[in-house]
């Protein structure tokens, strides 16, 4: 089951939040459109209200956005993702250009495969110093065993969002 939910009135526009592993954080920015916009927001596999069962892989979740577009009765919308979610909105996008309006990808990771959250995590390891590497992965564990603060959370993604870059001495997508 994937948790869904839908404001608004006009065009259909899907917002994809970051993570994996990341609750959804964009209804600030539904708010900011739903005027003009019928916005359709989900909680993507992995977190409560959705389903924490797997698979989670890219196809996985394409299946996932598009069940939401169809479940909203949105044949067609915009598409606007932040982060994994920019991620996931291009693989939408490639693998079912017919359903898109158009694509908004903001800060989407870079240069990571589609070899699933264990590719993921390889990668972002490799890419940022070992110590800060485990402080990570100590975070997203108390993360997901629902024992993390938002403090945590923004320590976390601060440590790997430059290995988001295939460049990350030059990444500048996390700075502030």
Excluded: N
Aim: charged share 20%; glycine share 12%.
């Amino acid at each position: 089951m994937i948790t869904a939910s839908q404001t608004g009135s006009g065009a259909p526009v899907l917002l994809l939040h970051g993570g994996p592993g990341l609750s959804d954080y964009t209804a600030p920015l539904a708010a900011e459109l739903d005027d003009a916009f019928t916005v359709i927001r989900f909680q993507q596999r992995g977190l409560e209200p959705s389903t924490t069962s797997g698979p989670f892989d890219i196809g996985r979740h394409v299946a996932d956005a598009v069940a939401v577009l169809d479940a909203a009765g949105a044949g067609q919308a915009y598409v606007i993702g932040h982060s994994w979610g920019g991620h996931l909105a291009m693989h939408l996008a490639a693998r079912h250009q017919d359903r898109l309006l158009g694509l908004v990808a903001v800060d989407p990771l870079g240069a990571v495969p589609d070899g699933g959250e264990s590719d993921l995590d390889r990668i972002l390891a490799e890419r940022v110093p070992p110590e800060l590497a485990a402080r990570a992965q100590e975070l997203d564990q108390q993360a997901m065993a629902g024992e993390g603060t938002p403090e945590d959370a923004l320590e976390g993604l601060a440590i790997v969002c430059p290995g988001t870059s295939p460049h990350p001495a030059r990444s500048r997508q996390c700075r502030r």
